[in-house]
């Protein structure tokens, strides 16, 4: 009926395994695909300028008299920016399964795990670089401030240089916990209202109720990670007013990079166990 | 169809009752759409169930400090309860741009302004479904420690009634604000982030640059507290956040305002969510007018 | 070439596919038939190892979907053509799949090419047509040149160009030698396209043969049509030749049971003028509904059986 196929097979078929999927190629493509979307990049932008006019804008009311520490100025944005670095996880996890493009990547990359692989380098790359922007963005939006009333940078206050590189891996952090928690829901508004939850509101609503219970729950929840971001006297001064565990330097940065892991974890098991539509 | 008809069309006898769109056919028609779907009912049975439970850990907890006032932990529920009313705000604003299903809806009903006023009426009367469930289960998760120190509530004294009115219009305020916000961006995630950097994120920026204690102040290099007298800029700005504002219904009429904000009372404070809410139905209003759905 | 065996998908109670068995060869277009719910699209899914199947197997080239080495290279799948970020330009959408494999850019360009993408290929997906839409699925299934390929409903929305333009290019492609498994509720497309065609009804495997014979089996297939001056004398002389005769509207006979050239005969022989003769041909479309309706009353015979 047809020709035979075997005089005519197409080409490529014989070759062995080293044309397939390897984590290059799948943190390439994953790349391709974040930078590829318009709105990833407004929203870098955003984030970029929200931190920047909050930093700004905060440090107009800083008196000298406040106790706060040149570097508080600088990264004071991350209240807002923390938003934007969970939006950007939760887009780059949910994308997949709102749009049905999961369908396509996982029918070209059958093992999942790869794919998550994949999108956690992608999200954390491309929330370090927009991280660093912000914090410079941050630096000469509130040079005025810090030229007026607000405290200099002064590197030699302790724990002022680590507490600018706590902006960054904060922020990456933010980034990791909206990426577990958008591919474990799968879709975006459970996944941005449970971030929230665990990164301010519930915070918020612990702080409002201080107790041993509630601020040990609250040393607990990721938005510990925020300690990242204070100098060795502004973390002493809450680890004193604490009811709960002392988390003392590193502390915050464990919990919330505790949550990263056993939220990908998470996800990654369902990823392997459930089908996908 | 009846032999007594005295017209000679069959037309006259259809057309008695208008046979078009009037708004009460939209709002049932609306109230049809909302109810047939599954997500208003988890997002409302979750939150009425977190607004009990909140009450309810938060009254154990405080029960035993001396003094303890019951209905003192009524309204904390209200903060998780905040995120239920926006979020479900939210899905039913952009719900029909998201899904597509407005092609159907304009295609049905082309005067837009009808179905938006329908869908505000219905979100409405959701939200006073779930504000009064919420504001029920509060109740409810007050009673075991109430009961447990042998305090009696009564519901009906003092400014109690005012505070669970509050309570109940304040989670609707919110879910209006939310699908106020849904129908002008039209899509969920925009819509979502702007509703909660409104309400949750804005207040906390506010909170941040008035007061030093918040994240890593050092109290010990603080002057003492000085009593703030009249009102001041940053006092003011929160005072009329829609959080803030709505939250101002939920406290008793008696109750002093928070230093440096003016004085609204619990009618000035629903005003201020009110007009938030009007003001970006407007807006979203002249958008489905002026542009075009695709 | 896609194995396929004993094949069982369910959702809780409800299965979607019922202990299928069939095969894919290559040098084929094996048409994938079956009503709306059939489970077409599940078995598709389960094929490309986006579902796990509750028991039985799906294999291509002998292996498990998930084992293959290159699986973009061995099988090209387009399941649905709303599978693409609709804020992503086409160009890029190919390229991000192509770069999973470490396919080159020249072959993005050429696959763009060669589906007509190539005008809009920096617009964004969102922005397509539905054919538009198709074009960058078959666009996405081409990408690794692959041996064996899975199309579902690839002529959904095109225009005749298009269709024309898809059926080509699928008997290129089993010419080439590959493997072609292609889903469609349109049957006139695939009688026109595939070699063989399996049918499914409710999960359930209902024929796997060569188009030809699935037609055969019509009704109408064998029949010969003829419309007379006087049918009445011309029945009763067939009928006595040992022909099948129906009447049917305005004069006209079908005979079962004899040939265009014995009609003729016996139309002669009663005198009978003859306005109208022809042999029927049966459709696919005849056959999958004779087919189909045939598996809807062996259920239902089996579910009174089972009542009782």
């Known amino acids: 009926m047809r020709t035979d196929p075997a005089g005519t097979r197409p080409a490529g078929r014989a070759d062995p395994a080293r044309r397939g999927p390897t984590p290059t190629r799948v943190l390439r493509a994953e790349w391709t695909k974040l930078v590829s979307v318009r709105s990833n990049a407004w929203l870098a932008l955003g984030t970029v300028a929200a931190t920047a006019v909050t930093a700004s804008g905060l440090g107009l009311f800083v008196r000298p008299e406040d106790g706060r520490s040149g570097s508080w100025v600088v990264t004071s944005g991350f209240v807002v920016a923390q938003v934007g670095f969970l939006v950007l996880g939760a887009l780059v996890g949910t994308s997949e399964h709102t749009t049905g493009t999961a369908r396509t990547t996982f029918a070209a990359v059958p093992r999942r795990l790869l794919v998550l692989a994949g999108q956690v380098g992608v999200t954390a790359a491309a929330a370090l670089v927009t991280a660093l922007v912000a914090l410079g963005a941050s630096y000469l939006a509130t040079s005025p401030a810090r030229a007026g009333d607000a405290p200099a940078l002064d590197p030699s206050v302790p724990g002022a240089s680590r507490a600018l590189l706590g902006f960054v891996v904060a922020s990456v952090a933010v980034a990791l916990l909206g990426l577990g928690l958008g591919a474990l829901l799968r879709r975006p508004a459970d996944t941005i209202v449970g971030g929230l939850v665990l990164l301010v509101v519930g915070d918020q609503l612990l702080a409002a109720n201080p107790g041993r219970l509630t601020d040990t729950v609250r040393a607990l929840l990721p938005s510990s990670g925020a300690r990242l971001l204070q100098d060795d006297a502004a973390l002493a001064a809450l680890d004193a007013a604490t009811l709960g565990p002392r988390l003392g330097v590193w502390g915050g940065g464990a919990v919330v990079g505790a949550w990263v892991l056993v939220v990908l974890g998470a996800a990654a098991y369902r990823l392997r166990r459930h089908d996908l539509r | 169809m009846s032999a007594a008809t005295t017209g000679p069309h069959h037309s006259r006898v259809a057309s008695t009752p208008a046979p078009g769109p009037t708004l009460g056919r939209v709002v049932a028609a609306e109230w049809t759409k909302l109810t047939s779907l599954r997500s208003p009912w988890w997002v409302a049975a979750v939150t009425v169930v977190v607004t009990g439970a909140t009450a309810y850990l938060a009254a154990q907890a405080s029960s035993s400090d001396p003094g303890y006032q019951p209905l003192g932990d009524l309204t904390v529920g209200l903060v998780l309860a905040q995120l239920g009313a926006l979020v479900l705000g939210v899905l039913m604003g952009t719900g029909e741009f998201r899904t597509g299903a407005f092609r159907t809806t304009f295609a049905v009903v082309p005067r837009r302004w009808t179905v938006l006023g329908a869908q505000t009426l219905v979100m409405a009367a959701f939200a006073l479904l779930m504000g009064v469930l919420a504001t029920a289960a509060s109740v409810l998760g007050i009673l075991p420690a109430a009961r447990s120190r042998g305090i009696a509530l009564d519901l009906t004294a003092g400014d109690t009634p005012g505070v669970l009115l509050g309570m109940v219009l304040l989670v609707v305020g919110l879910a209006l604000l939310g699908q106020a916000v849904g129908a002008l961006l039209r899509r969920t995630v925009p819509a979502l982030v702007t509703t909660l950097g409104l309400v949750v994120v804005l207040p906390l920026v506010l909170g941040l640059a008035s007061d030093p204690l918040l994240t890593g102040g050092d109290p010990a290099s603080l002057p003492l507290a000085e009593e703030v007298t009249g009102t001041t800029v940053l006092g003011t700005l929160e005072a009329l956040t829609p959080l803030a504002a709505g939250f101002l219904m939920t406290e008793p009429a008696s109750a002093t305002p928070v230093a440096g904000a003016p004085d609204l009372g619990p009618v000035g404070g629903g005003l201020v969510l009110a007009a938030w809410v009007v003001v970006l139905l407007v807006a979203a209003a002249a958008r489905l007018r002026a542009r075009d759905v695709r | ?308």
């Not at chain 3, 194995?3 to 959702?11: H, P, Q, S």
């Not at chain 3, 899914?45 to 796990?52: A, N, S, Y």
């Not at chain 3, 080495?69 to 693409?84: F, H, I, K, W």
Request: overall charge neutral; hydrophobic content about 40%; charged content about 25%.
């Open chain 3, 1 to 308: 070439m896609i194995e396929v065996e004993a094949l069982t998908k369910r959702y809780g109670r409800a299965a979607a596919v019922d202990g299928l068995t069939f095969t894919a060869r290559p040098g084929t277009v094996t048409g994938f038939l079956g009503p709306n719910g059939a489970g077409k699209s599940t078995t598709m899914r389960v094929v490309v190892g986006l579902e796990r199947p509750t028991s039985g197997t799906a294999r291509v080239d002998g292996r498990r979907y998930a084992d293959l080495p290159a699986p973009m290279r061995a099988v090209g799948v387009m399941l649905d053509a709303r599978s693409v970020h609709p804020g992503r330009t086409a160009h890029k959408h190919l390229l991000a799949m192509a770069q999973t494999h470490g396919i080159g850019r020249a072959r993005v360009r050429e696959v763009l090419e060669q589906t007509g993408l190539e005008p809009v290929a920096h617009r964004r997906a969102g922005t397509f047509s539905l054919g538009m839409g198709q074009r960058l699925g078959i666009a996405g299934a081409l990408l690794g040149d692959a041996a064996t390929l899975v199309l579902d409903e690839p002529v959904n929305g095109l225009d005749p160009d298009g269709v024309l333009w898809v059926r080509r290019l699928v008997r290129e492609l089993a010419a080439e030698g590959r493997t072609v498994l292609l889903s469609s509720h349109l049957m006139h497309e695939l009688a026109l396209c595939a070699d063989r065609v399996v049918v499914i009804g409710r999960g359930r495997l209902l024929a796997d043969a060569p188009v030809q014979e699935v037609v055969a089996r019509s009704e109408r297939a064998g029949v010969v049509r003829v419309r007379t001056s006087d049918p009445q004398p011309l029945a009763r002389e067939l009928l006595a030749a040992g022909a099948d005769v129906a009447p049917q509207e305005g004069g006209a006979l079908h005979v079962r049971g004899a040939t265009v050239d014995d009609v003729g005969t016996a139309a002669r022989r009663c005198g009978a003028t003859v306005l109208e003769l022809g042999a029927e041909s049966g459709t696919l479309e005849e056959a999958y509904l004779q087919l189909t309706r045939d598996a809807v009353e062996y259920r239902t015979a089996d579910d009174r059986e089972g009542a009782r």
